[in-house]
């Protein structure tokens, strides 16, 4: 059998959602870190993001297109549920938080530390302060949004693999770090499914201490 491969780099959530997807399904993956507008992603995503993924000829972009493939193309269990209304539960929280939770967790505030842009390299502290505010509604939002353990369906779905690995860099930054300490249920929601096999299996190398 010809293994999926995922291509970008795994410290990417989108990348590491699809590779949860694929752990999930229990098929083998393998993962290529290869960069945003390197050559092989550019062939394959029109606008240059990852992650992309190859199987035998076929290639696909878009982390929920990718999630969605693996899940039809394999046997093996669903990320998405059976019942109409929890999967569709599922859809809505997958959505948010890829349209509207990582827009602001991560392209707004964590980029502003992991790749500042600014002249001297530093965390890009204007762009760091404007987004906290923001980001306090949404750990508000989320902590009532996982009380019962997961984001929909009450058992781990595709919604959960979109935040979790959110979550993951979150716990790693000052500010974020604070927000989640001050939310016992999401704290404990990441503690948890950070130990679930497919999500501890196929997580980045961590970040070297300073
Ligand atoms: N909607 C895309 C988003 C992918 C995305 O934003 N990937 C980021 C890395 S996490 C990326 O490639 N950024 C480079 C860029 O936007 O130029 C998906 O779900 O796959």
Excluded at 27 to 47: G, L, M, Q, W, Y
């Amino acid at each position: 059998m010809v293994d999926v491969e995922i291509l970008g780099m795994p410290q990417s959530n989108f990348v590491w959602t699809t590779r949860i997807a694929c752990a999930e399904k229990g098929i083998p993956h393998v993962n290529r870190p290869t960069p945003p507008h390197s050559p092989e992603i550019d062939a394959v995503h029109p606008f240059g993001r990852m992650p992309v993924m190859r199987h035998g000829d076929f290639t696909l972009c878009e982390s929920r297109a990718i999630c969605a493939y693996v899940d039809k193309a394999f046997d093996g269990p669903s990320l998405i549920p059976e019942d109409l209304r929890q999967a569709a539960l599922t859809e809505q929280w997958a959505s948010l938080v890829s349209t509207t939770i990582d827009p602001l967790l991560m392209r707004r505030y964590a980029v502003s530390y992991f790749f500042p842009g600014t002249a001297d390299g530093k965390p890009d502290r204007s762009r760091i302060d404007a987004a906290l505010p923001e980001m306090a509604k949404q750990f508000a939002i989320l902590e009532t949004a996982v009380a019962d353990g997961f984001l929909a369906a009450g058992r781990f779905t595709l919604a959960d693999a979109y935040l979790v690995p959110i979550l993951f860099w979150l716990r790693l930054l000052p500010e974020s770090g604070d927000m989640l300490k001050a939310r016992p249920g999401l704290s404990a929601y990441v503690a948890r499914h950070l130990e679930r096999p497919s999500v501890a299996g196929t997580a980045p190398p961590r970040p070297e201490k300073d």
